[in-house]
């Protein structure tokens, strides 16, 4: 799957630059022109990362971050902008900014602090409105941190890099103190409350996570 980036840029000649060089570098990318449509499509949809102007209509870069990140709402952001000042960098950091570059800039800049960005968060597993950390073993629902005990976290660690494939039940009783097929039910069951994930059951074979 793509991840998606969300642009928010109203020099029109720059964002359609912007857009085709990151789209023929295999991201998907939603290009807007104001804020208050950058916060609309931040409510649509989820992004793997943010690429914000500061002075654009309607909501400012800065209004809109402050506005995110208040909700919860952690996505890696960086910031494009004619403002170069040190006081405004600082605040863009301060509003938990993740990068600033400064125009004019050669758009290939961007895409390589785009590529570093992303490669960072790629070994995040995401299902539906679940991220998985597997190097820290946190897993967030909607944005909100939900604690696995470590036999939950076993097995989540086993479904999720195996989204579609049956896993042998055997395999997955590894994972449990007391192994047996009732506990291993009762396990499954608790993690699909914790996650809303669904895992089904194949009948004298084991479990799948279907795709996302």
């Avoid at 939603?30 to 499509?41: F, L, P, R, S, T």
């Avoid at 654009?56 to 952690?74: M, Q, Y």
């Avoid at 604690?147 to 660690?157: A, C």
């Amino acid at each position: 799957m793509k991840q998606k980036i969300l642009l928010l840029e109203d020099d029109r000649a720059l964002g359609e630059t912007l857009e085709e060089l990151l789209r023929e570098d295999g991201y998907d990318v939603d290009w807007v022109i104001d804020g208050a449509e950058a916060a609309d499509k931040t409510f649509e949809q989820k992004y793997d990362l943010y690429i914000f102007d500061i002075n654009v209509p309607e909501i400012d870069g800065f209004d809109l971050l402050e506005s995110l990140r208040n909700a919860k709402d952690d996505t890696p952001t960086i910031f494009i902008s004619a403002l170069v000042d040190l006081k405004t960098i600082a605040k863009g950091f301060e509003l938990g900014a993740d990068d600033y570059i400064k125009k004019p800039f050669f758009p290939e800049e961007l895409l390589i602090r785009v590529n570093a960005k992303l490669s960072k968060a790629s070994s995040v597993i995401k299902c539906g409105d679940v991220e998985f950390d597997p190097a820290s073993g946190t897993l967030k629902r909607d944005g909100h941190i939900v604690p696995l005990g470590e036999v939950q976290l076993s097995l989540l660690n086993h479904f999720l890099n195996n989204i579609g494939q049956v896993i042998d039940k055997t395999v997955l009783m590894d994972c449990l103190e007391h192994p047996s097929s009732t506990a291993l039910r009762v396990a499954i069951n608790k993690l699909k409350e914790k996650t809303g994930l669904e895992f089904k059951n194949i009948r004298g074979v084991g479990y799948v996570l279907e795709a996302c």
